[in-house]
């Protein structure tokens, strides 16, 4: 069978360095191909190769067997090459139907036809279960959400290829499943699929064909139904994986943060928690059953009502006052709120206690040695220390992230989707330094849409439905049955905990 997209013998330099060595690759009609691989394997660059983003520096790129050279990402889609970047490419400012339909408007005559872009983006949007109303402002809804739209822009196009750079990152269980079913539409109608993802359960369940790659080099491939995730794994970092997630920890008698009947209007309904010292609690549910409002009522970003009580004492709703107090925050959208991705590391690290370092003027020496101790203690890896965040993997990325919040010796953590498109190889690292932080002592809120990684990591875990906790769950009835029951409604708390 020809393939409809393929590299034949492609390398890719940026100056002197190479990161794609001689890489043969293809995607074939009425196929699922997944492109495996750890952050800075190269994954990105081929995608933005076959996508007309980047040209390749050697080689052939070929379309249904011919070289081709895109001149850009516009002349590959009108080929029908369609990529959905694991970054958002959304016009913030306007509608979901604007965004899906942006530079490919609907026209009746000299007028653009807004009945039929809107009844199109509203069918795409129930088509993936996505509950977003076309008029809405992209600015205005969740990050799942967002990730629908851009899978709807790319569902409206007449694509031959469709190229998926982790494009569940932020999707929980059911909605990855949603998506699915359109990917196997899509590949049962004879289109070629090129599928990315740390989540190899994922790359499992669909792919027919799978690619490794590890430092630009294809490593590995052949059918799917070949590779264990455990050959996957152990293909993607050159070596045996041990167990991914530490001991589970169980917190000590001491109550270091409670909340009681917490409401965020239209968010979050009476919601209740308490969190032990030295704890890893879970914090569970759909995406839009309330569990980042929560968290965020409970840090002050957030207007609520009822109360938050830090180590016996009432909380205001203070963000400012909550970090003083020591509870912190790590977002879920390190890229667009937690880190500048335009400065270098040390800014990034030091910025919100830029004035443990005034003396009255920075002590820049200071700086650098909190850089020199946030590099060996969360072991980030940069090529330079002057480089600009933006060009650093996911992982260390989340690293640096995290280094950063717990500059500021908090009691009390809560992380929002901490491996949110981290290879499995930094997943495990960050799943240590969480381990470790509980055993310092330090008190943990984990928010994960990962059912494995909420139950490998939480000794507790409470389960969110429709803006309240659906339930608690503890040691062994902390299953992903359990929290699935839980998280869809079809469990009551009393059910689920018996």
């Keep these: 069978m020809t393939a409809t997209l393929a590299l034949d013998g492609v390398s890719k330099a940026f100056g002197p360095i190479e990161v794609l060595h001689g890489v043969d690759f293809d995607l074939r009609p009425g196929e699922v191909h997944a492109l495996i691989g750890e952050n ?7 995608m933005k190769i076959l996508g007309g983003y980047l040209p390749a520096t050697s080689g052939t790129v070929r379309l249904d067997g011919d070289p081709v050279r895109f001149a850009g990402s516009e002349a590959a889609e009108a080929q029908g090459v369609v990529m959905i970047h694991q970054e958002f490419n959304l016009a913030e400012h306007l509608s979901v139907e604007q965004n899906v339909f942006l530079g490919r408007e609907l026209h009746r005559g000299w007028f653009l036809d807004h009945r039929a872009m809107r009844s199109r983006t509203r069918a795409l949007m129930e088509s993936l279960e996505a509950r977003v109303a076309p008029t809405a402002r992209v600015a205005r809804i969740s990050v799942p ?16 290829v469709l190229i998926m750079d982790e494009p569940t990152a932020v999707l929980t269980g059911p909605e990855a499943r949603v998506l699915f079913r359109q990917v196997r539409r899509l590949r049962d109608e004879g289109a070629a699929i090129l599928f990315t993802s740390h989540k ?6 669909i792919a027919d064909r799978v690619t490794v790659l590890r430092d630009g080099a294809v490593v590995a491939q052949g059918p799917a139904g070949e590779f264990t995730e455990d050959a996957m794994a152990t293909a993607m970092v050159g070596r045996e994986m041990s167990d991914l997630f530490p001991e589970k920890r169980r917190g000590g008698g001491e109550i270091v943060l409670e909340a009681r009947g917490i409401t965020v209007p239209g968010r979050v309904e009476g919601a209740s928690l308490t969190l032990r010292r030295g704890e890893i609690l879970g914090l569970g549910g759909l995406v839009g059953a309330g569990r980042t409002e929560l968290a965020e009522a409970l840090v002050g970003l957030r207007p609520r009502t009822g109360e938050v009580r830090l180590k016996g004492t009432a909380l205001p709703a203070d963000a400012a006052e909550a970090r003083r107090r020591g509870l912190v925050y790590l977002t879920e959208d390190r890229k667009g709120a937690g880190l500048l991705l335009g400065s270098p590391l040390k800014e990034n690290l030091t910025l919100p206690v830029l004035h443990r370092f005034a003396r009255p003027f920075i002590d820049r020496k200071a700086e650098e040695a909190a850089l020199d101790a946030a590099i060996r203690d969360y072991d980030i890896r940069a090529p330079r220390r002057d480089m600009k965040v933006g060009n650093l993997s996911g992982g260390n990325q989340q690293k640096l992230l995290l280094a950063k919040t717990m500059l500021a010796d908090p009691d009390v953590v809560v992380i929002d989707e901490p491996t949110r498109g981290i290879d499995i190889g930094t997943k495990g690292q960050i799943y240590g330094l969480i381990h470790r932080l509980a055993g310092e002592g330090r008190s943990i809120i984990v928010i994960s849409s990962e059912m494995t990684e909420l139950i490998g990591l939480a000794s507790r875990v409470y389960v969110m439905h429709g803006g309240r906790i659906a339930g608690e769950l503890e040691g062994p009835r902390v299953t992903e049955d359990n929290v699935i029951r839980l998280a869809t409604g079809l469990d009551r708390a009393g059910e689920a905990a018996a």
Excluded: H, P, Y
């Design 145 to 160: 959400e967002k990730q629908m739209v851009e899978i709807a822009k790319a569902l409206s196009r007449n694509l031959r």
């Design 40 to 46: 800075g394997a190269g994954k990105s660059t081929m």
């Design 200 to 205: 190899l359960d994922e790359v499992s369940a």
